[in-house]
């Protein structure tokens, strides 16, 4: 079994900082993207920030500048830094994880269960 766990989340207010952290659980061999999306009430999902095991790395414009993501593979980790927090940062941030390769076969877009962000002052 293949488990997302986020961590990180929680309450700031604009123009601070904070790390999301995210590792899989399992026996997994590799993964081929991590990423994050979020949620804000009343909107869909959204791509935030994603990096593939080649090193692609996507942005959502809204965040280019301001958040960086970075893996680290040993561990099947991922990691958020988002730098100069605004109120419409605010959401439920999820962790996703695609093509891992698990003992039995591969396992394909799975996701954490969220942690919320809210940037208020």
């Known amino acids: 079994q293949v488990q997302l766990m986020e961590s990180g989340g929680g309450l700031v207010q604009p123009g601070e900082s904070l790390r999301l952290s995210c590792a899989a659980s399992?026996?997994?061999?590799?993964?081929?993207?991590m990423g994050w999306y979020r949620q804000a009430p009343g909107k869909q999902r959204e791509l935030v920030a994603e990096?593939?095991?080649?090193?692609?790395?996507t942005y959502a414009d809204s965040v280019k500048g301001r958040f960086t993501i970075t893996r680290d593979d040993a561990k099947n980790t991922v990691y958020l830094q988002m730098n100069n927090l605004k109120p419409e940062d605010t959401a439920v941030y999820y962790c996703n994880a695609d093509r891992a390769v698990v003992a039995g076969g591969i396992v394909n877009d799975f996701w954490g269960q969220g942690t919320q962000v809210t940037v208020s002052s």
């Open positions: 990096m593939t095991r080649p090193g692609r790395i």
């Open positions: 399992g026996t997994i061999f590799s993964i081929h993207a």
